[in-house]
């Protein structure tokens, strides 16, 4: 069976430091690979997508980034984080060409 | 523009009962429709999907359904129980390219069920 991992679950971070959020899944191969961020009250805001190694599109302008070294590892990332940051970031993988996506357990950010 | 409403925050129900969740959209390109229930500090966990060729789709004590003419999907949960308790988010898929599909989540609505 497919699990995904994200890491780490809670972190508290100082405004303009850098973030590091990574994404494993295990049990599938050449997933499509997903973050999404819920902020307070919001609902869920895709940022970018992957399709494969290397290939990432992003949804929404801001200052994060998004890497795909290896096939079944996503990382978010930014230079220096911002207040607006902080939120509840979420991992989402799915077989290709297929709707249903299956979510990690989610990543807390707190930008202080 | 939001393109995927649910108009109720919240509901309230009694364990036993029927729990109605709406939710409209607005594009009619989107193709698939999913239910995911979430539990505070989780991730959400897929519950049951529709296709948009269809208009009912069961699954044990939950079945969605979807009315294309008024672009309103529900989710009904018989009989409800209070492990039910969680916010459900409603989402619709479209294929963005490359083998890839797009989902566009409303802001969910906290279900309470009241033992």
């Known amino acids: 069976s497919q699990t995904i991992h994200q890491w780490p679950a809670t972190l508290v971070q100082p405004v303009g430091s850098p973030l590091s959020l990574e994404c494993t899944v295990e049990?599938?191969?050449?997933?499509?690979l997903y973050w999404y961020r819920q902020a307070a009250g919001r609902g869920l805001q895709l940022l970018f997508y992957?399709?494969?190694?290397?290939?990432i599109s992003s949804e929404v302008p801001q200052n994060l980034s998004a890497s795909r070294p290896q096939d079944r590892q996503f990382i978010l990332s930014s230079k220096k984080l911002l207040l607006s940051d902080s939120g509840f970031y979420l991992c989402?993988?799915?077989?290709?060409?297929?709707?249903?996506?299956?979510f990690g357990p989610g990543t807390r950010l707190l930008v202080l | 523009d939001q393109q995927v409403k649910q108009n109720s925050p919240s509901l309230s129900v009694q364990e036993g009962r029927i729990s109605i969740l709406n939710c409209d959209y607005t594009n009619s390109m989107f193709d698939y429709f999913l239910w995911y229930k979430k539990y505070p500090a989780e991730g959400p966990t897929f519950l049951i999907s529709i296709s948009s060729i269809k208009d009912k789709n069961e699954d044990g004590r939950f079945t969605v359904f979807l009315n294309k003419s008024a672009k309103h999907l529900s989710l009904h949960i018989v009989p409800s129980q209070p492990g039910d308790s969680a916010v459900y988010f409603c989402a619709a898929s479209a294929v963005s390219g490359a083998g890839s599909y797009q989902l566009t989540f409303g802001k969910g609505t906290k279900l309470s069920v009241i033992p």
């Open positions: 989402a993988w799915s077989k290709w060409q297929v709707e249903t996506q299956y």
């Open positions: 992957s399709v494969g190694i290397g290939q």
């Open positions: 049990g599938t191969s050449n997933p499509n």
